[in-house]
């Protein structure tokens, strides 16, 4: 499923996202920059070592990543050029402002994205795993984040991709963009 806004492609996909062929692949890290669980996991073992020696410098010089916010390293042995990671919110049933968190992952992220010039870039479901955010919230979120940001923004985007792990998430994405053509 692809979209258009403005001269960006935006398209759901479903895939594991350590083989995207984009120029930045989004990893949902955790504050500490360590490697985790999920996503997280699956990018720290399939980009190696390099990636998390750039993470340990980061953590070294800023004390890690807060919620909703984004760094960039090497995407080490990844098909791609980088990983930005970003920290999403635990769900609190919407009582710790998680869905602004939530914005500002990809906000932040699609802003230090477009300083690097990158024209592709691979997001995963942000925060939707462990983390418990409700799926259709958080695709809707997602979705309207992007869209946000093209339309505000001169960006050197082409393609920006949603890579969905499961079937679940990819029917969501899938009807959450469909209701934007």
């Not at 997280?40 to 190696?48: E, K, L």
């Not at 339309?151 to 969905?164: A, D, L, P, T, Y």
Request: include cysteine; charged fraction near 25%.
């Amino acid at each position: 499923m692809e979209i258009r806004v403005k001269s960006v492609y935006i398209e759901v996909i479903k895939e594991d996202i350590t083989k995207a062929k984009t120029d930045c692949i989004v990893n949902a890290a955790n504050t500490s920059l360590l490697g985790g669980g999920g996503v997280d996991g699956a990018i720290h073992r399939a980009g190696g070592k390099e990636i998390l020696i750039e993470c340990m410098k980061i953590r070294d010089r800023q004390g890690g990543c807060p919620v909703g916010e984004a760094v960039i390293t090497t995407a080490g042995k990844l098909d791609a050029k980088f990983v930005i990671h970003t920290v999403g919110p635990v769900w609190n049933n919407g009582k710790s402002n998680e869905e602004e968190k939530l914005k500002d992952c990809y906000m932040n992220t699609l802003d230090l994205a477009n300083q690097y010039n990158i024209e592709s870039i691979a997001f995963p479901n942000i925060s939707t795993g462990i983390y418990k955010f409700p799926k259709k919230r958080a695709a809707e979120i997602a979705i309207s984040s992007l869209r946000e940001f093209i339309e505000g923004n001169n960006s050197s985007f082409k393609r920006i991709q949603f890579v969905c792990f499961d079937d679940e998430n990819y029917q969501i994405y899938v009807k959450t963009i469909k209701g934007l053509v």
